[in-house]
């Protein structure tokens, strides 16, 4: 008798899986680029607008501050002080005609930049200073321009020109203090009328020459009544007592000790000197009257 062995049935597993459920997650939706950059743009634009409007406001608000208040509490000019430091060749009136400041203005309507364009204007002005002073005052300081020789020169409105320590060329008056200065020949007229310092080598050593004459013991035995410039590289000196001297526009210092040395011989020879030619390093050819 065979025994048919049964299929064993399959155990059922206790621990089933929960089954799974699947969520459908819908993608968002991607922003165009454009719009983007359109909301960037209105961001921006706001901006700017609130920017103005504030400065416009802050502005408008500082003009109604400074014109009303502050004027009215002390801050209108009472006091214009000008301070000039040199020859005193200018004066004050000269310089408050030129500055356009009057008493009561309100100081903080006051340009000191105009100010200083202005007063600087004045051809006999070196440098000048405008400082506001609160409450209710403005300090002008000038420093004058210091004329060293006169220029002969013919212009067509017949000015007179003088030329400063440092070789800036102005226009001046026919003064009895300027008289007394030597006078300078040979300057071009075009570069007289530039207004802009003369850098010519002859008038530069010119300048110096007159400059370690005036500080030297020779300034009263040589005193310069005439400066030609018009050679080149060589300066052209006729004193008021009718010495003639030539110089070379360098080493000046060493042309003026040799003439010291010869100034000394002929005084103590009791000899007057009529010419004396420095331009030569060696044998220097000497006239006595």
């Known amino acids: 008798?065979?025994?048919?062995?049964?299929?064993?049935?399959?155990?059922?597993?206790?621990?089933?899986?929960?089954?799974?459920?699947?969520?459908?997650?819908?993608?968002?939706?991607?922003?165009?680029?454009?719009?983007?950059?359109f909301s960037l743009l209105l961001k921006s634009l706001l901006y700017i607008g609130m920017f103005v409007i504030v400065t416009f406001g802050g502005f408008k608000s500082w003009n109604y501050f400074k014109n009303n208040l502050l004027a009215r509490y002390g801050y209108q000019l009472k006091h214009i002080n000008v301070e000039l430091i040199g020859s005193g060749r200018l004066t004050k009136d000269e310089v408050l005609r030129a500055s356009n400041v009057h008493v009561g203005d309100n100081i903080f309507n006051l340009s000191l930049k105009d100010i200083y364009s202005k007063v600087s204007s004045i051809q006999e002005v070196d440098k000048a200073l405008v400082r506001r002073e609160l409450p209710d005052r403005i300090l002008i300081r000038i420093w004058e321009r210091k004329p060293v020789v006169r220029l002969a020169v013919k212009s067509k409105e017949n000015r007179k020109y003088c030329l400063d320590e440092k070789g800036y060329p102005f226009v001046t008056e026919n003064r009895e203090d300027l008289l007394s200065l030597p006078e300078m020949v040979g300057v071009p007229l075009k570069l007289i009328e530039g207004k802009k310092r003369i850098e010519e080598p002859e008038v530069s050593a010119a300048l110096n020459l007159l400059h370690i004459l005036e500080n030297s013991s020779l300034h009263f035995a040589f005193d310069p009544q005439t400066i030609d410039v018009s050679r080149p590289l060589s300066i052209g000196?006729?004193?008021?007592?009718?010495?003639?001297?030539?110089?070379?526009?360098?080493?000046?210092?060493?042309?003026?000790?040799?003439?010291?040395?010869?100034?000394?011989?002929?005084?103590?020879?009791?000899?007057?000197?009529?010419?004396?030619?420095?331009?030569?390093?060696?044998?220097v050819p000497v006239i006595f009257q």
């Open 237 to 283: 000196l006729l004193t008021r007592d009718g010495v003639r001297l030539t110089f070379r526009i360098d080493h000046l210092n060493e042309q003026v000790q040799r003439l010291q040395k010869i100034y000394s011989f002929s005084q103590s020879h009791g000899r007057k000197i009529s010419m004396v030619d420095l331009t030569p390093e060696q044998n």
């Open 1 to 37: 008798m065979k025994v048919k062995n049964r299929p064993r049935k399959r155990k059922k597993n206790r621990l089933k899986k929960a089954p799974m459920e699947l969520l459908h997650v819908e993608g968002k939706e991607r922003v165009p680029k454009k719009g983007i950059k």
